[in-house]
């Protein structure tokens, strides 16, 4: 080995963190009798040292098994993972220097959290493998469950256990596979933020694979959205977004959830931008600046991204606006959601509304939006029309 | 259609206490909801009205007609269990049917049975699957189709054990929607049970809030969010969860460590000097201030920023003011710099007092003591004790 890794070098020293690149990185499933599955599709990433990256989409879409080919339990069928100046793809899993943290908690039954935490110390020949764990069990709030066994442990802290155990090894590169799934909403929050605290603290290049929007939007520098085995956007959770590059980005992340809906391109007026007429007697301004008059689109709008006024349209208003018709209106105290019907579109509109404002049933009402939030996708591809 | 009351509902198992002296009004065309953790006894008192958990003591009334004695089968209520209990050998079209075939609530001719069918999916929006199987539809739609064979015959009251639960974040807000709309539409006085305070803001017409066993909280969305009785409620709604910091009463003031929040103490707050108090801001109540001059009536509050997420169009931010931690939302793209100074607003009427936590637990919940600034109570406030 040309390096000596960071984590034998001393327990006292914070692991330097260092780069992850993901080159061209396949894996297809073959099994007998069976159509090779192509669970990964040739994926290119590259992460900066101390970077807090997420991998988001559905389940199915490659993200934990990219994962478990950076930790080492997958082969690689083809492609290269660079940790540092390191290529470890051959390597085994323990000489690669990762962390790693699974949604499924794999703690030791018979052992208590000490032990748990201890054990991987313990076989690698750690000096001051309790005092490790002492420190990191401070850190993370945890002192008074040292001495017990993971069936007396509510799920949340059976959570934060192996949490702590991916992170007693002060590793470099630190992978997490839905690290906050099993726990309840408050505690979901509350670990989140530990666990972004933690990782500016001491720094280390980390990877999180999830499903949920908001945990990636929230705890990640970038995001890469996955599906099917390809990654659709990697960019800063504001680029993702404010500007998704297709229709699946725009419709996974982001909640409310946002409208999807048929549109036509009408009228190109000027340079900085597009009309799109939407359902039988409306329009939007948008600015995308490319589309071609009369084509079909599908027209993105996000609830919170909707300017609402009561009432109709204005028809000496030359502003572009959508009228619909509330058909549904909840208030949840910190907002309100209206369910609007627009005359000629199937599907109805979601419009999130401010705190103070409430609207009844069959209030009539007129929409519009800031032409750079109206985003246009390709009928057919999905991808983003700009 | 009727009015449902519980009166002193109590049904232990073993020496687990399910719920103890649940009493509760709920009136013609009422949407009631019941919220509350796992394990506070909702479920255990929907089954007590249905007749299908026999309770230890108290009395369920429908219509003024008590319930005591009255078979689960005679006593009119339908009820939608959070597993869909469908037939899976029957079609959404024979499952749909069977409630109206056992003849509990009248005779049903071909005819009649496929006008209630056609109505009641058509409003769900699955009158396209009649003839699937149940194993042939999504989570969602099997979600509807049970929803479906609930509304399908006319019951005095309909009981909804968290129908929406096992659904996507997102499907859950689109049938929450939908949900109301149906309310709104059949008002048949609903009992609905949900762990979700969303789905209890948007659905109920009115929220009792169950806390191990006992009912801690009764009242309209507004007053359970604006006024809650105790911490506890205060933790129930609202997501981040309400910021909890401890103070100290001191020269007039309620302070916290380091004095970054200072509270003047309004008439109505019974504390005397160095008494020890909670205060209790919602995140989405503090916001960043826009001018150099503290607002009138307003808490002007220093702090650092220690985290700053993007919540879709929201950030999120993590402060420390003289090391308590508070946690804000604010509207707006602008992402901070961690370590960035800030001043944040709070304005007192949403800043709320508890007492100081009993014992020994830090995490006690507490009773709500008031406001910062004088409370316009109304005379209708549905507090219970």
Redesign the interface.
């Known amino acids: 080995m040309s390096t000596t890794t960071t984590t034998r070098r001393g327990h006292e020293a914070t692991a330097e963190a260092q780069s992850l690149t993901l080159r061209r990185l396949f894996k297809t499933y073959v099994a007998r009798g069976r159509e090779p599955f192509e669970a990964v599709k040739g994926i290119d990433l590259h992460i900066e040292p101390g970077e807090l990256v997420a991998l988001l989409g559905p389940s199915g879409c490659g993200k934990t098994t990219t994962l478990r080919m950076i930790a080492g339990l997958e082969t690689v069928t083809d492609g290269e993972i660079i940790i540092g100046d390191r290529t470890v793809h051959e390597l085994p899993p323990g000489r690669r220097n990762v962390g790693v943290g699974f949604e499924s908690y794999a703690l030791y039954p018979p052992l208590n959290v000490r032990e748990n935490l201890a054990y991987g110390l313990r076989a690698r020949k750690v000096r001051d493998a309790n005092k490790r764990v002492d420190a990191l069990a401070e850190r993370l709030d945890m002192t008074d469950m040292l001495s017990m066994r993971p069936a007396n442990l509510s799920s949340g802290q059976k959570q934060r256990v192996a949490l702590a155990r991916a992170l007693i090894r002060n590793p470099p590169v630190l992978l997490l596979d839905e690290p906050l799934s099993h726990l309840?909403?408050?505690q979901r929050?509350r670990v989140r933020?530990e666990l972004?605290?933690l990782q500016?603290e001491f720094g280390y290049t980390t990877i999180i694979v999830t499903h949920d929007q908001?945990e990636a939007?929230?705890?990640a520098d970038r995001m890469a959205v996955m599906d099917a085995g390809v990654i659709q956007q990697f960019g800063t959770?504001?680029e993702v977004?404010?500007d998704p590059a297709n229709q699946f980005v725009a419709d996974f992340v982001?909640?409310?959830?946002i409208n999807l809906f048929e549109g036509v391109v009408g009228d190109r007026s000027s340079d900085d931008g597009a009309i799109v007429k939407v359902g039988s007697a409306g329009s939007l301004r948008t600015a995308a600046r490319t589309p071609e008059v009369g084509r079909p689109v599908v027209v993105g709008l996000?609830p919170?991204?909707c300017v609402v006024e009561r009432g109709e349209h204005d028809a000496s208003n030359a502003a572009p606006a959508v009228e619909g018709l509330v058909?549904?209106f909840?208030?949840?105290?910190?907002f309100g959601?209206a369910?609007v019907q627009v005359e000629g579109l199937d599907e109805s509109f979601?419009v999130q509304t401010a705190?103070d404002v409430v609207y009844d049933?069959d209030d009539r009402i007129t929409l519009s939006a800031d032409p750079e939030r109206v985003y246009l996708f390709d009928a057919e591809s999905g991808e983003r029309i700009r | 259609m009727a009015t449902l009351e519980t009166r002193g509902l109590t049904k232990s198992y073993g020496k687990t206490r399910g719920i103890e002296d649940v009493t509760l009004e709920i009136g013609d065309g009422e949407f009631f909801v019941i919220l509350g953790?796992s394990g506070a006894g909702k479920t255990t008192t929907l089954k007590s009205v249905a007749g299908l958990v026999d309770v230890d003591s108290g009395e369920v009334t429908i219509g003024g007609v008590s319930m005591n004695g009255v078979e689960p089968y005679h006593r009119n209520v339908a009820m939608a269990f959070e597993s869909y209990a469908l037939y899976p050998q029957k079609t959404v079209s024979q499952n749909l049917a069977s409630p109206l075939r056992s003849g509990r609530t009248g005779r049903y001719s071909e005819e009649d049975q496929q006008r209630r069918i056609e109505l009641v999916t058509t409003t769900l929006g699955i009158n396209h699957l009649l003839k699937r199987f149940p194993r042939e539809l999504s989570n969602g739609q099997r979600q509807r189709v049970a929803l479906g064979r609930v509304l399908v015959r006319p019951a005095d009251v309909y009981l909804l054990d968290e129908p929406l639960s096992h659904l996507d974040?997102?499907l859950r807000?689109?049938m929450?929607?939908?949900l109301?709309?149906l309310g709104?539409m059949s008002s048949t006085t609903s009992l609905y049970v949900t762990h979700d305070y969303?789905e209890a803001?948007?659905?109920g017409d009115r929220i009792a809030v169950l806390r191990e066993g006992r009912l801690v909280q009764v009242g309209t969305?507004?007053e359970i969010?604006h006024r809650p009785v105790d911490t506890f409620v205060a933790?129930a709604?609202?997501?981040?969860?309400i910021n909890l910091v401890d103070a100290v009463v001191d020269r007039g003031v309620l302070r916290t460590q380091g004095d970054a929040l200072q509270v003047p103490l309004a008439g109505d707050l019974e504390l005397a000097p160095d008494d020890h108090a909670r205060i209790g801001v919602r995140p989405?109540d503090i916001e960043l201030s826009r001018g150099a001059e503290p607002l009138e009536d307003h808490l002007r509050v220093r702090a650092t920023v220690?985290?700053s997420?993007?919540?879709?169009?929201e950030i999120?931010l993590?402060v420390d003011a003289g090391g308590v931690s508070l946690?804000a939302v604010t509207p707006g793209?602008h992402?901070f710099d961690?370590g960035q100074s800030v001043e944040l607003d709070i304005p007192l009427d949403h800043v709320h007092v508890f007492a100081a936590p009993a014992g020994d637990d830090p995490d006690a919940d507490s009773a709500r003591l008031g406001a910062a600034t004088v409370e316009q109570v109304s005379a209708t406030s549905g507090r219970q004790q």
């Open positions: 309840d909403a408050a929050q933020r972004k605290l500016r908001l939007l929230s705890l959770p504001d977004f404010d982001g909640e409310p959830k996000r919170q991204d058909r549904v909840e208030h949840l105290l910190e959601l369910t979601v705190e049933r | 953790p974040a997102k807000a689109a929450r929607a939908e109301k709309q709104e969303q803001l948007a659905l969305p507004e969010w933790k709604l609202g997501q981040p969860e989405r220690r985290l997420e993007r919540l879709g169009r999120e993590t946690v793209a992402v961690e």
